[in-house]
């Protein structure tokens, strides 16, 4: 690593993240007023005003294409996009946007990969779907989302679905969890669709909930890891039950359990099953729920901002269960829309959603940035368990289907073991040894160098360097460079004389080991 590139980094100005101040900072925001885009609006804005916090500025636009990409479809824009976007001169360019990308078949694919995570999608230990049924499960998933599936039918085939783990994907629910026992079935159940934590509620109403999965039975059949998941007809007595919120019900000998449990979920007064989405669908775009953690709700974790919360959850229902109907509502919010720099530093700021939380990007989308930059691929396969799994080169990595494939990177950069469930298994906290690598890894250093894109980017500076200087910019960081920048990076450019090909590297290597390339923001 020369320590040219080091200077560089000292030198250009990134995303810190830590500043506050009422003027806007050039080029990530503007000075604007908060204007109510939506009820979203207007809920944060009565909250912040109790506490007597200002909201941030209005981000860029250079930084809202940035972030509702990565946001929406878990991918690094392209130059030429970004070109596009900047050049837009209507007034709603923001909103139609949005609407591009909820269209995109990435949005899909990346969407895939979040419920994939809350779903514990995995072949191995200690989950054991096996890479058949990983397959089948991540192609419903994929298709659910794709075809925008109301999310009540999305969660009610999963919780009552019964028959072949390979046939019919969705029993693969009661499959992708660590036990058998009615409890372990209570527990994740509770967890991916209420979002709560059975193991704090009382032994009572803990016994409860498990009465509603208390017939389930397991069987294999002769094909090589597949199993049959069904209520069990064994069971021939009627059965006493209480749902969560106290009422009691008298279940038929005949009739499923899980179904009366999953019709009493889904009723769009339930307590629990609108409000558990909509915080975590929140959370999902703002980096931290408005019930804190997403899937910790408790009567003792009350919710920062009770009226937004409302809001959402009746959104989401009366928009038919429409979970791609909330992103754009979050998304087109001029709360969404702030800038990630305070404009207080009031402790209470990001709880409140004073301004847009940055946090690092997921794994999976870091390494497809890289790979995208650098014109490179990465190669994913699994030699175990049997049949062995080799993945396509063309395939991205938010498009992986199994959590036990894996890399080196990918586990560096926090992607989720996928063992729990839990949202608090992805770990997007910045580490040194995550610093070093992208500072000295020769694979990094590969794609600068032996890249068709960042070659030909390269090519321009010879005659053209500002010109050259501004192509990176915007096809790493979707911005062009400050005139501050300029200066800094052509005084360097002089410096080197001959050689500006290396100062060219030296400048890619600076950006892609910035926080502005690292972070959501």
């Given at each position: 690593?020369?320590?040219?590139?080091?200077?560089?980094?000292?030198?250009?100005?990134?995303?810190?993240?830590?500043?506050?101040?009422?003027?806007?900072?050039?080029?990530?925001?503007?000075?604007?007023?908060?204007?109510?885009?939506?009820?979203?609006?207007?809920?944060?804005?009565?909250?912040?005003?109790?506490?007597?916090?200002?909201?941030?500025?209005?981000?860029?636009?250079?930084?809202?294409?940035?972030?509702?990409?990565?946001?929406?479809?878990?991918?690094?824009?392209?130059?030429?996009?970004?070109?596009?976007?900047?050049?837009?001169?209507?007034?709603?360019?923001?909103?139609?946007?949005?609407?591009?990308?909820?269209?995109?078949?990435?949005?899909?694919?990346?969407?895939?990969?979040?419920?994939?995570?809350?779903?514990?999608?995995?072949?191995?230990?200690?989950?054991?779907?096996?890479?058949?049924?990983?397959?089948?499960?991540?192609?419903?998933?994929?298709?659910?989302?794709?075809?925008?599936?109301?999310?009540?039918?999305?969660?009610?085939?999963?919780?009552?679905?019964?028959?072949?783990?390979?046939?019919?994907?969705?029993?693969?629910?009661?499959?992708?969890?660590?036990?058998?026992?009615?409890?372990?079935?209570?527990?994740?159940?509770?967890?991916?669709?209420?979002?709560?934590?059975?193991?704090?509620?009382?032994?009572?109403?803990?016994?409860?909930?498990?009465?509603?999965?208390?017939?389930?039975?397991?069987?294999?059949?002769?094909?090589?890891?597949?199993?049959?998941?069904?209520?069990?007809?064994?069971q021939t007595e009627p059965l006493e039950a209480v749902f969560p919120d106290g009422t009691k019900i008298k279940i038929a000998p005949d009739d499923d359990p899980r179904k009366?449990?999953?019709?009493?979920?889904?009723?769009?007064?339930?307590?629990?099953?609108?409000?558990?989405?909509?915080?975590?669908?929140?959370?999902?775009?703002?980096?931290?729920?408005?019930?804190?953690?997403?899937?910790?709700?408790?009567?003792?974790?009350?919710?920062?901002?009770?009226?937004?919360?409302?809001?959402?959850?009746?959104?989401?229902?009366?928009?038919?269960?429409?979970?791609?109907?909330?992103?754009?509502?979050?998304?087109?919010?001029?709360?969404?829309?702030?800038?990630?720099?305070?404009?207080?530093?009031?402790?209470?700021?990001?709880?409140?959603?004073a301004c847009y939380l940055p946090r690092q990007m997921d794994a999976e989308v870091l390494i497809d940035a890289l790979c995208y930059l650098g014109g490179t691929e990465v190669?994913?396969?699994?030699?175990?368990?049997?049949?062995?799994?080799?993945?396509?080169?063309?395939?991205?990595?938010?498009?992986?289907?199994?959590?036990?494939?894996?890399?080196?990177?990918?586990?560096?950069?926090?992607?989720?073991?996928?063992?729990?469930?839990?949202?608090?298994?992805?770990?997007?906290?910045?580490?040194?040894?995550?610093?070093?690598?992208?500072?000295?890894?020769?694979?990094?250093?590969?794609?600068?160098?032996?890249?068709?894109?960042?070659?030909?980017?390269?090519?321009?500076?010879?005659?053209?360097?500002?010109?050259?200087?501004?192509?990176?910019?915007?096809?790493?960081?979707?911005?062009?460079?400050?005139?501050?920048?300029?200066?800094?990076?052509?005084?360097?450019?002089?410096?080197?004389?001959?050689?500006?090909?290396?100062?060219?590297?030296?400048?890619?290597?600076?950006?892609?080991?910035?926080?502005?390339?690292?972070?959501?923001?």
């Open positions: 690593m020369r320590e040219l590139t080091i200077s560089l980094l000292t030198c250009i100005f990134t995303f810190s993240g830590g500043l506050y101040g009422a003027a806007a900072v050039i080029p990530f925001e503007i000075n604007a007023g908060f204007a109510i885009n939506n009820p979203i609006d207007q809920a944060v804005l009565d909250s912040l005003t109790e506490h007597q916090i200002a909201p941030a500025n209005l981000c860029s636009d250079a930084v809202f294409v940035r972030r509702v990409y990565f946001d929406l479809i878990g991918t690094l824009p392209t130059a030429q996009e970004v070109r596009k976007f900047l050049g837009d001169k209507r007034l709603d360019k923001r909103t139609k946007l949005v609407d591009t990308l909820l269209a995109r078949d990435e949005f899909a694919a990346y969407w895939t990969l979040k419920w994939c995570d809350v779903l514990r999608v995995k072949a191995e230990y200690p989950v054991n779907l096996w890479p058949n049924a990983v397959q089948a499960y991540h192609r419903w998933i994929f298709e659910s989302v794709r075809d925008n599936k109301p999310y009540d039918e999305f969660a009610r085939e999963l919780l009552t679905a019964s028959g072949s783990n390979f046939r019919v994907p969705p029993v693969n629910f009661y499959r992708a969890i660590q036990g058998r026992k009615p409890a372990d079935i209570a527990d994740a159940a509770a967890l991916t669709f209420m979002g709560t934590r059975l193991k704090i509620w009382p032994q009572k109403s803990r016994q409860d909930m498990e009465t509603f999965f208390s017939r389930l039975a397991y069987k294999s059949t002769a094909e090589w890891k597949e199993e049959i998941v069904y209520p069990d007809p064994a009366v449990f999953a019709d009493w979920l889904i009723q769009p007064d339930n307590p629990w099953f609108a409000r558990a989405m909509a915080n975590r669908a929140w959370s999902w775009l703002m980096g931290r729920g408005i019930i804190h953690e997403p899937d910790d709700i408790r009567p003792d974790n009350p919710p920062a901002n009770p009226a937004l919360l409302k809001y959402l959850e009746a959104q989401l229902v009366q928009s038919d269960w429409n979970i791609r109907h909330l992103f754009k509502l979050i998304c087109t919010s001029r709360t969404y829309q702030q800038s990630s720099i305070p404009q207080s530093d009031d402790p209470k700021t990001q709880a409140l959603f190669k994913y396969s699994s030699a175990i368990p049997e049949p062995f799994t080799f993945i396509p080169d063309e395939h991205r990595t938010i498009e992986l289907a199994d959590g036990s494939i894996t890399s080196q990177f990918l586990e560096m950069f926090g992607r989720p073991a996928r063992d729990t469930g839990l949202e608090s298994e992805r770990n997007s906290h910045p580490t040194d040894v995550q610093r070093l690598f992208m500072l000295n890894s020769s694979d990094v250093r590969k794609k600068i160098t032996q890249s068709p894109l960042l070659r030909k980017i390269f090519n321009t500076g010879k005659g053209k360097p500002r010109e050259m200087i501004a192509s990176l910019y915007i096809t790493i960081l979707s911005r062009y460079p400050t005139p501050q920048e300029y200066q800094t990076i052509e005084k360097h450019f002089a410096s080197r004389r001959n050689r500006t090909g290396e100062a060219a590297e030296d400048l890619t290597w600076a950006l892609l080991n910035s926080r502005e390339f690292l972070f959501r923001h």
